[in-house]
């Protein structure tokens, strides 16, 4: 039976490895897409997906930080009145003035710990913990992890203090940011570690969600510039058809995936995207361990 399980594998395996570079980038766009503001991990899963495809190395390392902008323009046209609410905000008087700082200085207040942790010690992640088994490792820590939070703001005495982001304090925000920083941990889920500390320090739901969300744009704004221009050298005119294909496929799955997660938060939970991590964890440990699939590509 397992050496059944193995020889299918392989023959999956080799499928993928087969399938056009486009094809793969198509793909991944998708990927990135889907999983970037769920609590799943979209550098965990493009980590594993792009072992599964063959796409490996520092080009396809510099691909799945730069297709993170497709999510991240996703973001900007979906609360586009709300940006532009703030933006004109910035430069008007009294009570909408002041709001509009407010707004702007904590996204940047948690910006920060992520932004200086990442330049101190992103070489250092990537050369240890860019990999299937450690991602794995990630995904059912902070599936446990969720399970705990979710059960915890079920007490009385953790119901949430904070039901709109422009309630937020400069510390509330610093916190946030420090919850953030754990995602530099591939598995860990930038999304996911935002929200689930968010709803830990005192954040309703959806509130934790929305401000992920605006979050995540000078985030990855910062990351996405940041590795390409140190990367610049391994790039070419050749790869504009290969991004443009991952920018734009991450762009429409990540706008469709917004649009269903502020309806998903109104009513429910993240219980089931840690029993998917919980399962998807173990299902990558189990096969790294058994052999069943090379995750060392």
Same mark, same amino acid.
């Given at each position: 039976?397992?050496?059944?399980?193995?020889?299918?594998?392989?023959?999956?395996? =080799?499928?993928?490895?087969?399938?056009?570079?486009?094809?793969?980038?198509?793909?991944?766009?998708?990927? /990135?897409?889907?999983? =970037?503001?769920?609590?799943?991990?979209?550098?965990?899963?493009?980590?594993? $997906?792009?072992?599964?495809? #063959?796409?490996?190395?520092?080009?396809?390392?510099?691909?799945?930080?730069?297709?993170?902008? #497709?999510?991240?323009?996703?973001?900007?046209?979906?609360?586009?009145?709300?940006?532009?609410?703030?933006?004109?905000?910035?430069? &008007?008087?009294?009570?909408?003035?002041?709001?509009?700082?407010?707004?702007?200085?904590?996204?940047?207040?948690?910006?920060?710990?992520?932004?200086?942790?990442?330049?101190?010690?992103?070489?250092?992640?990537? /050369?240890?913990?860019? $990999?299937?088994?450690?991602?794995?490792?990630?995904?059912?820590?902070?599936?446990?992890?969720?399970?705990?939070?979710?059960?915890?703001?079920?007490?009385?005495?953790?119901?949430? +203090?904070?039901?709109?982001?422009?309630?937020?304090?400069?510390?509330?925000? *610093?916190?946030?940011?420090?919850?953030?920083?754990?995602?530099?941990?591939?598995?860990? @889920?930038?999304?996911?570690?935002?929200?689930?500390?968010?709803?830990?320090?005192?954040?309703?739901?959806?509130?934790?969600? /929305?401000? @992920?969300?605006?979050?995540?744009?000078?985030?990855?704004?910062?990351?996405?510039?940041?590795?390409?221009?140190?990367?610049?050298?391994?790039?070419?005119?050749?790869?504009?058809?290969?991004?443009?294909? #991952?920018?734009?496929?991450?762009?429409?799955?990540?706008?469709?995936?917004?649009?269903?997660?502020?309806?998903?938060?109104? @009513? +429910?939970? *993240?219980?089931?995207?840690?029993?998917?991590?919980?399962?998807?964890?173990?299902?990558?440990?189990?096969? &790294?361990?058994?052999?069943?699939?090379?995750?060392?590509?």
């Amino acid at each position: 039976m397992l050496r059944a399980a193995s020889a299918f594998a392989v023959t999956m395996l =080799e499928v993928l490895y087969a399938l056009p570079l486009l094809v793969k980038a198509a793909i991944l766009g998708v990927v /990135e897409g889907l999983t =970037e503001f769920l609590p799943i991990s979209s550098t965990g899963h493009l980590i594993l $997906a792009g072992s599964l495809l #063959g796409f490996t190395g520092d080009k396809a390392n510099v691909f799945s930080v730069a297709i993170q902008t #497709g999510a991240m323009l996703s973001v900007i046209w979906y609360f586009r009145a709300r940006i532009m609410g703030v933006v004109r905000g910035l430069f &008007a008087t009294g009570a909408e003035r002041e709001q509009a700082w407010r707004f702007a200085i904590n996204i940047l207040i948690a910006f920060l710990p992520a932004a200086v942790l990442g330049l101190l010690f992103a070489g250092m992640i990537k /050369e240890f913990l860019f $990999a299937p088994v450690p991602v794995a490792i990630a995904l059912v820590v902070g599936g446990l992890v969720i399970i705990w939070v979710e059960r915890r703001g079920r007490q009385s005495a953790h119901a949430p +203090r904070i039901h709109e982001i422009d309630d937020l304090t400069g510390v509330d925000a *610093f916190k946030l940011g420090l919850a953030q920083a754990f995602a530099l941990i591939p598995g860990t @889920s930038r999304s996911g570690a935002t929200i689930i500390g968010g709803m830990l320090f005192g954040l309703s739901r959806r509130a934790a969600t /929305e401000f @992920s969300f605006f979050l995540a744009i000078p985030t990855l704004i910062g990351a996405g510039v940041y590795d390409t221009w140190k990367m610049r050298d391994l790039l070419s005119v050749d790869d504009i058809p290969l991004f443009g294909v #991952g920018l734009l496929l991450s762009f429409l799955s990540a706008w469709a995936c917004v649009a269903w997660l502020i309806r998903y938060v109104a @009513s +429910r939970d *993240f219980i089931p995207f840690a029993w998917y991590r919980l399962v998807f964890g173990v299902i990558v440990l189990v096969t &790294a361990y058994t052999g069943a699939v090379d995750w060392s590509a």
